[in-house]
């Protein structure tokens, strides 16, 4: 089975560039027989979206199924996008999407969003009409949880045509955190909490440095690591990360809070995590997606402590005790503490993610891939007589 994957692609600094690497290199480990290629997307700049390059070369590829890595500010929200699904579902091209991120036309939060969105709502463009759309071009669409299904449901997406399959977890060699920072060349004493990834607004940093004042207290040997390298650099994010630095200042938190300024290379990410004593996302936002981060840090065996958002939903079941209010930093700031001080908490705690880390690792979720492609290619092979 040859299957042809569209995505941002690396070295690219995108999400969907590790997932899409992850994802293919998966496949072929589970499965030897199923060939994977890649082909770029059209890009994050909508001047460069030349569908009929990526037309093209979905003709020169001429794959069993073709598997789109969808996340608006990559694809756009134009029409073109459509057609191109339209067009091979005319040539009986088995189709997958994943819809990495799913809005409603209430959303107020864009996340990593299409260019050209500027500050029009969404119901104005019917974005639930758009996703629908896709659903329904698709032998099968994608999303990581079920809470994303429930709303793209809602908006009345087939759900014969829905398949909920976890973001994969990498399947990390063990390592304690005291390991890992004698490894980077840290004191195994100071207690690291990394708040990793592009720095951006909706990453609600300003609470967390205001959590973490009360950490710092309770802990004098906790220092906050803050992802501090931005994609875009306007005017507004960049008073945000003045507030972010003068709140620090203000609290007297200079010599604790260290910004990283350049985003952390694929090489290093997994021994960082395991010298992270807790992973803090306490991101505000309200788009439905799933968290690379998150499941990295579950690959990593690190504690995380995350919003109560749809974002990260996975962790509502038997993890709900890490989940935090964005807006209320002292409830934040309790949840860090009893991690780093209360041993059988944090016991359990891993405990319970290392479940969700085992659910959702890579090769489980590469095998669900197959099958669902098996199942795309169903009505092809039969109309073929084969």
Same mark, same amino acid.
């Given at each position: @089975?040859?299957?042809?994957?569209?995505?941002t692609?690396?070295?690219?600094?995108?999400g /969907?560039?590790?997932?899409?690497?992850?994802?293919?290199?998966?496949?072929?480990?589970?499965? !030897? !027989?199923?060939?994977? $290629?890649?082909?770029?997307?059209?890009?994050?700049?909508?001047?460069?979206?030349?569908?009929?390059?990526?037309?093209?070369?979905?003709?020169?590829?001429?794959?069993?199924?073709?598997?789109? =890595?969808? %996340?608006?500010?990559?694809?756009? @929200?134009? %029409?073109?996008?459509l057609?191109?699904?339209?067009?091979?579902?005319?040539?009986?091209?088995?189709?997958?999407?994943?819809?990495?991120t799913?809005h409603?036309?209430?959303?107020?939060?864009?996340?990593?969003?299409?260019?050209?969105?500027?500050?029009?709502?969404?119901?104005?463009?019917?974005?639930?009409?758009?996703?629908?759309?896709?659903?329904?071009?698709?032998?099968?669409?994608?999303?990581?949880?079920?809470?994303?299904?429930?709303? /793209?449901? &809602?908006?009345?997406a087939?759900?014969? &045509?829905?398949?909920?399959?976890?973001?994969? !977890?990498?399947?990390?060699?063990? =390592?304690?955190?005291?390991?890992?920072? !004698?490894?980077?060349?840290?004191?195994?004493?100071?207690?690291?909490?990394?708040?990793?990834?592009?720095?951006? &607004?909706?990453?609600? /940093?300003?609470?967390?440095?205001?959590?973490?004042?009360?950490?710092? +207290?309770?802990?004098?040997?906790?220092?906050?690591?803050?992802?501090?390298?931005?994609?875009?650099?306007?005017?507004?994010?960049?008073?945000y990360?003045?507030?972010?630095?003068?709140a620090?200042?203000?609290?007297?938190?200079?010599g604790?809070? +260290?910004?990283?300024p350049?985003?952390?290379?694929?090489a290093? @990410?997994?021994?960082?995590? =395991?010298?992270?004593?807790?992973?803090?996302?306490?991101?505000?936002?309200?788009?439905?997606?799933?968290?690379?981060?998150?499941? @990295?840090?579950?690959?990593?065996?690190?504690?995380?402590?995350?919003?109560?958002?749809?974002?990260?939903?996975?962790?509502?079941?038997?993890?709900?005790?890490?989940?935090?209010?964005?807006?209320?930093?002292?409830?934040?700031?309790?949840?860090? /503490? &009893?991690?780093?001080?209360?041993? $059988?908490? +944090?016991?359990?705690?891993?405990?319970?993610?290392?479940?969700?880390?085992?659910?959702?690792?890579?090769?489980?979720?590469?095998?669900?891939?197959?099958?669902?492609?098996?199942?795309?290619? +169903?009505?092809?092979?039969?109309?073929?007589?084969?």
């Open positions: @089975m040859r299957a042809t994957l569209v995505s692609l690396l070295p690219e600094q995108c /969907i560039a590790s997932y899409s690497s992850a994802l293919a290199h998966a496949l072929h480990e589970v499965d !030897t !027989t199923v060939e994977v $290629s890649l082909i770029a997307a059209p890009g994050f700049a909508a001047q460069e979206r030349d569908w009929a390059c990526v037309a093209r070369a979905l003709e020169a590829h001429d794959s069993d199924v073709v598997h789109f =890595q969808h %996340e608006f500010g990559i694809f756009g @929200m134009g %029409e073109q996008f057609e191109l699904l339209e067009g091979l579902r005319a040539r009986g091209r088995p189709i997958v999407v994943t819809l990495h799913v409603t036309n209430l959303s107020v939060d864009f996340g990593c969003t299409w260019p050209d969105a500027g500050s029009r709502p969404l119901a104005a463009r019917d974005i639930e009409r758009y996703q629908r759309r896709i659903v329904e071009l698709a032998d099968f669409a994608v999303v990581h949880h079920a809470a994303i299904a429930q709303v /793209i449901l &809602r908006h009345g087939p759900a014969a &045509r829905l398949r909920v399959i976890p973001h994969g !977890t990498p399947v990390l060699p063990r =390592q304690s955190p005291a390991a890992a920072k !004698t490894a980077l060349g840290l004191d195994p004493d100071c207690r690291i909490l990394l708040a990793p990834g592009y720095f951006r &607004r909706s990453k609600n /940093i300003l609470r967390l440095i205001e959590a973490f004042a009360d950490v710092a +207290r309770r802990v004098p040997q906790a220092q906050l690591w803050i992802g501090g390298h931005a994609r875009e650099q306007t005017p507004e994010l960049r008073r990360r003045r507030d972010c630095e003068q620090a200042a203000r609290l007297g938190l200079d604790s809070v +260290r910004w990283l350049d985003p952390i290379d694929s290093s @990410m997994p021994t960082l995590f =395991q010298a992270a004593d807790v992973i803090c996302c306490a991101y505000e936002e309200d788009t439905w997606s799933a968290s690379g981060i998150l499941h @990295m840090a579950l690959g990593a065996g690190a504690p995380v402590v995350a919003s109560r958002i749809p974002k990260f939903s996975e962790l509502s079941g038997g993890c709900d005790d890490l989940l935090v209010r964005p807006s209320d930093p002292s409830e934040l700031a309790d949840v860090l /503490i &009893r991690l780093l001080v209360d041993d $059988s908490f +944090r016991v359990v705690s891993a405990a319970r993610l290392s479940q969700l880390a085992e659910q959702s690792a890579w090769p489980r979720v590469a095998a669900l891939h197959i099958d669902a492609y098996r199942r795309a290619l +169903r009505p092809a092979l039969a109309h073929a007589g084969v």
